[in-house]
């Protein structure tokens, strides 16, 4: 079972940048999907961003096409989500997930697909 701990948020005005870090433990971290997700106050989670084993694959949400980049490094058991020209909208608590998949060139883009989460980091985006 693979454990998932969030870094990285905090407090930016618009327009600003951050990136965040999910560390990953407790599996061998290259067989697993990853993906970035989000929840904002009243809202459902929605996803954000998702990248397949190898990182040869991702896939994005509309709203942050452009101006976020997932990435992993498997090698330190870590993903990364660089958030770019970051919007109020953007304000939320955001999640890592992974899920443990056969396929190698598997991106995952629903939360149901996914079986491990951390607990998450908030961003907040000032205007």
């Known amino acids: 079972q693979v454990q998932l701990v969030e870094s990285g948020g905090g407090l930016v005005q618009a327009g600003g940048s951050l990136r965040l870090s999910c560390a990953a433990s407790?599996?061998?971290?290259?067989?697993?999907?990853m993906g970035w997700f989000r929840q904002a106050p009243g809202k459902e989670r929605e996803f954000v961003a998702a990248?397949?084993?190898?990182?040869?694959?991702?896939n994005y949400a509309d709203s942050v096409k452009g101006r976020f980049t997932i990435s992993r490094d498997n090698a330190k058991n870590t993903v990364y989500l660089q958030m770019n020209n970051l919007k109020p909208e953007d304000t939320a608590v955001y999640y890592c997930?992974?899920?443990?998949?056969?396929?190698?060139?598997?991106?995952?883009?629903?939360?149901?697909?996914?079986?491990?989460w951390g607990q998450g980091t908030q961003v907040t985006v000032s205007s």
């Open positions: 997930a992974a899920s443990r998949v056969l396929q190698i060139n598997v991106v995952l883009t629903t939360d149901h697909e996914y079986d491990y």
């Open positions: 407790g599996g061998t971290f290259s067989n697993y999907a």
């Open positions: 990248i397949n084993r190898r990182a040869g694959r991702t």
